[in-house]
């Protein structure tokens, strides 16, 4: 299966072989020890895989279910009348696919598949770069598709990659599709990044977005077992971004005033999760920290100049 796919999570191997997760997990470790895959958190990629970046075929069998769920949510954060850019990936294909019922939408993007996912809404408005067409994630890439971003300023972006950790932010395996994702973050007032829990942790060769940039993060629920995955949330957390986790049986109910989306689905939680320090007083591409934050560090200023004093 990571032959055929490139990459594959645990939850879908111990699907097909009908087995524990608990097991497959012990049979990654198995084949790692012998060079054949290399472990991610939550699956195994081919060896060599972090320079290796799969086609659009591989990714589009890889967590699916996960990236229905998060497309499902993220399309409830997008309200009519707005301008938005949507980055190329899997997961933005399927966001694409649901913003075609919100009325009014202005929807600029370098994906191909993202238009096409759009061509036949009638109430959405596509606006495609310029570029030179890369065909293994059917995106148009170069200097032409950063030019056509100049001057743009749109509400928000959602953007997928390969990679998510809280000390590099969002990564990708190719030069020149992590240079188009850093020309969509600069056109827009707030970032919104869109992984399954297949990528947290895992760390790829070109930043795309700096974690201080990420205004939240939408994914899918780790698995129980999965400690690194919940780590990495906290860690992201902790470091200002907003964490939005999909959940397949949620509720109609608006949570902490987001409104209901046109897929109808709802986050099973939405945080910042406990031990958040920074939040983002007003819609942009930095944070700056809560007066909450930033009291207690002028309460202990004195003590640690005491200290240095007598040191």
Known sequence: MVRANGAVSLRELARVVQTSEVTV?????????EGLLDRRHGGAVLPGGFTRESGFPQKSLSATAEKTAIADLAASLVEEGEAIVVGAGTTTQELARRLARVPGLTVVTNSLLVAQALAHANRVEVVMT????????????????????????VSRAFLSGSGLTAERGLSTSNMLSASVDRALVQAAAEVVVLADHTKLGADTMFQTVPTDVITRLVTDEPPAHDDRAATELQALADQ???IAVAGAGAGPVAEDGVPSGPSGRQPRREVPLPGQRRTRSAPGPLRS?????????????????????RR
């Open 25 to 33: 997990r012990r049979d990654v470790r198995a084949l790692e020890a």
């Open 289 to 309: 920290p809560s007066p909450l934050t930033a009291e207690p560090a002028e309460r202990d200023r004195p003590t640690r100049m005491a200290d240095l004093r």
């Open 130 to 153: 310029g570029g030179t067409l890369r065909g293994t994630n059917y995106a148009l890439v170069g200097s032409g598709a950063e030019q056509s971003l100049q001057g743009l300023r």
């Open 240 to 242: 200002g971004v907003q």
